[in-house]
């Protein structure tokens, strides 16, 4: 009888131990979020479809990419890609990516944009992405200040390579709109966007 009572109270003091460890081991919160909504522009809620290689193609005001809306100037047309497409061509974070040149290359002016939320006026964040360009890179505004870029260490995704680009910014207003306008000629891709507080 008495080893049994021993054994329970190895059990239980085992049970502690694990349960105590297990605690430990909880994911830390991410105390510094991306404020930008479906930066990677996936497809969680299954609006893509494949209009021809894996691109989809997204004319001015379309609001399909989850937290996104194309600009209402956009000539022609954005088109919204998918790993692989049939062209080879690889998204930099994750599935999906954006090309603001559109089909052909015939949207000079391509653009997106949302609108950020809870921002502290006054607070100086951290903009990024990650671009394919064969000119400049995209311009990028918020509240219609432009964001002077710097070029990061290019990486490779499949074939492709991305260049890394990052800013920074002040916020004025709580809920400032974030715009990025297409700068290529013919290739204008773009993916893994961000804004966190510094």
Same mark, same amino acid.
Not at 81 to 88: E, F, I
């Given at each position: 009888m008495m080893g049994a009572r021993w054994m329970l109270v190895v059990l239980l003091v085992v049970n502690a131990a694990v349960a105590s460890h297990a605690q430990d081991e909880t994911p830390p919160v991410n105390t510094n979020p991306n404020l930008v909504r479906n930066g990677s522009f996936e497809n969680p809620k299954n609006t893509w479809?494949?209009?021809? $290689?894996?691109?989809?193609?997204?004319?001015? /005001?379309?609001?399909?990419?989850? /937290?996104w809306t194309v600009t209402g100037s956009t000539v022609n047309?954005?088109?919204?890609?998918? +790993?692989?497409? $049939?062209? =080879?061509?690889?998204?930099?974070? #994750?599935?999906?990516f954006l090309d603001l040149t559109g089909f052909g290359s015939d949207s000079p002016n391509g653009a997106v944009q949302q609108m950020l939320k809870n921002l502290t006026v006054g607070q100086v964040y951290t903009f990024t992405m990650d671009i394919i360009t064969d000119s400049a890179p995209p311009t990028v505004t918020v509240d219609g200040s432009i964001? +002077?870029?710097?070029? /990061?260490?290019?990486?490779? #995704?499949?074939?492709? &390579?991305? +260049?890394?680009?990052?800013?920074?910014? +002040?916020?004025?207003?709580? !809920?400032?709109?974030? &715009?990025?306008?297409?700068? /290529?000629?013919?290739? =204008?891709?773009?993916? !893994?966007v961000a804004v966190k507080a510094q």
């Open positions: 479809m494949d209009t021809t $290689c894996n691109y989809m193609s997204l004319l001015a /005001g379309a609001a399909t990419i989850p /937290g047309e954005i088109v919204w890609a998918m +790993t692989p497409t $049939c062209d =080879g061509h690889t998204a930099a974070a #994750r599935t999906f964001i +002077t870029l710097t070029a /990061g260490k290019a990486f490779k #995704r499949g074939t492709d &390579l991305w +260049t890394p680009e990052k800013g920074t910014f +002040t916020a004025e207003s709580a !809920n400032p709109l974030l &715009l990025i306008q297409n700068g /290529g000629v013919q290739i =204008g891709f773009l993916d !893994n």
